[in-house]
Nanobody, 123 residues
């Protein structure tokens, strides 16, 4: 059972940057595609970005393309989401997840989830 734990959330002003981390409990993270989702109050969980096992391929939702960067360091068993030019509408709980295919981008497709980290962007 892979356990994922997010960190790095917080309260920032619009235009600021944050880097979220996702640490995996076992040294098998490289076998999985890693994805980030977010869920704002009263809204459904939304796909943000995904990265394949060796970091060669990435895919982003249009809402974050050009502002967010997903990456991973398999030697540290950790994934990252660098978020720049944050906007108030980016306020949400951010979740990392793991699955077996970069083409899987629905919450129901994910095999493992972290518990989330809250990002609040003030205007």
């Amino acid at each position: 059972q892979v356990q994922l734990e997010e960190s790095g959330g917080g309260l920032v002003q619009a235009g600021a940057s944050l880097r979220l981390s996702c640490a995996a409990s076992e040294r098998i993270l490289s076998a999985y595609v890693m994805a980030w989702f977010r869920q704002a109050p009263g809204k459904e969980r939304e796909f943000i970005a995904t990265i394949d096992g060796n970091g060669a391929s990435t895919y982003y939702a249009n809402s974050v393309k050009g502002r967010f960067t997903i990456s991973r360091d398999n030697s540290k068993n950790t994934g990252y989401l660098q978020m720049n030019s944050l906007k108030p509408e980016d306020t949400a709980v951010y979740y990392c997840a793991a699955t077996d295919s970069i083409w899987r981008r629905e919450p129901s497709d994910m095999d493992y989830w972290g518990k989330g980290t809250l990002v609040t962007v003030s205007s």
